[in-house]
C-alpha cells in the first residue's frame, strides 16, 4: 500500500480545470514532485517543490499545498494531457525513503 | 542534456537475481544522486532505491532485504541488483537522475525509457 493516495481516475472536459489531489501525512513536511506519464512512456516531471515547472513545461500546470494534501492543478485542460499522473515524495519516517502515489488516470472530455 | 540508458537482460527464471545497468551520458554521475524506480505491467511507479555518488544508499523497506545498488563513476555507470525473483518483480525498471533542491524538496529529472524484466522459468 502507498502512503500518498490517490484518485484513480478524474475527467475534465477540454478546455476546463481540473485538480489532481495527493493526500499523504509526510506532506506536511515534504513537497511533492509530479509525474505525467504516457503509455509506453517514461514519466516526465511537470511541477516540484512548492510551485516549480521545469523548462518546457506549458504554465497551465501549478502547483500547490496544504495540510496532507498536494494538487496539481490543470488550467485549461488540452487533449495532450491526457495521461496518468504521479506525485512523489518522502516517506513519514524520516529517513528520505523515496514514495510514489497510485496514480492518477486523467481524461479529457 | 542528460541521458540515461538501462541495460541488462529482459528474461530472468524464478529465485535467481536480476541484474542492471544504467549508463550515464552528456553528464557527469559524481556529485548527484541516482534512482531505480518500476512499474508492474497495468499497475503504478514503484520507488526501489538510490544512491549517491559517493556510494551512500538508501532503499525501499520491502525490498531492502533482497536490492543492492552500486556505482561505477569511472564507468559512468550505476547498477541494481535485486536476488530471488519472483514473478511479481516483473516490470519496466526505470533508471533516473535524482535532483535535491533542499531537505524538504527533490525530483527525478532524467529518466531512462526503461527496460521491461520479466521473470519467468
Known amino acids: 500500500s502507498s502512503e500518498l493516495t490517490q484518485d484513480p481516475a478524474v475527467s475534465v472536459a477540454l478546455g476546463q480545470t481540473v485538480r489532481i489531489t495527493c493526500q499523504g501525512g509526510s506532506l506536511r513536511t515534504y513537497y511533492a514532485s509530479w509525474y505525467q506519464q504516457k503509455p509506453g512512456q517514461a514519466p516526465v516531471v511537470v511541477i516540484y517543490g512548492k510551485n516549480n515547472r521545469p523548462s518546457g513545461i506549458p504554465d497551465r500546470f501549478s502547483g500547490s499545498s496544504s495540510g496532507n494534501t498536494a494538487s496539481l492543478t490543470i488550467t485549461g485542460a488540452q487533449a495532450e494531457d491526457e495521461a496518468d499522473y504521479y506525485c512523489n515524495s518522502r516517506d513519514s519516517s524520516g529517513n528520505h525513503l523515496g514514495v510514489f502515489g497510485g496514480g492518477t488516470k486523467l481524461t479529457v472530455l | 542534456q542528460v541521458q540515461l540508458q538501462e541495460s541488462g537482460p529482459g528474461l530472468v527464471k524464478p529465485s535467481e537475481t536480476l541484474s542492471l545497468t544504467c549508463t550515464v551520458s552528456g553528464g557527469s554521475i559524481s556529485n548527484s544522486y541516482w534512482s531505480w524506480i518500476r512499474q508492474p505491467p497495468g499497475k503504478g511507479l514503484e520507488w526501489i532505491g538510490y544512491i549517491y555518488h559517493s556510494g551512500s544508499t538508501n532503499k525501499n523497506p520491502s525490498l531492502k532485504s533482497r536490492v543492492t545498488i552500486s556505482v561505477d563513476t569511472s564507468k559512468n555507470q550505476f547498477s541494481l541488483k535485486l536476488s530471488s525473483v519472483t514473478a511479481a518483480d516483473t516490470a519496466v525498471y526505470y533508471c533516473?537522475?535524482?535532483?535535491?533542491?533542499?531537505?524538504?524538496?527533490?525530483?527525478?529529472?532524467?529518466w531512462g525509457r526503461g527496460t521491461l524484466v520479466t521473470v519467468s522459468s
Open positions: 533516473a537522475k535524482l535532483v535535491v533542491v533542499t531537505a524538504i524538496s527533490s525530483y527525478f529529472d532524467y
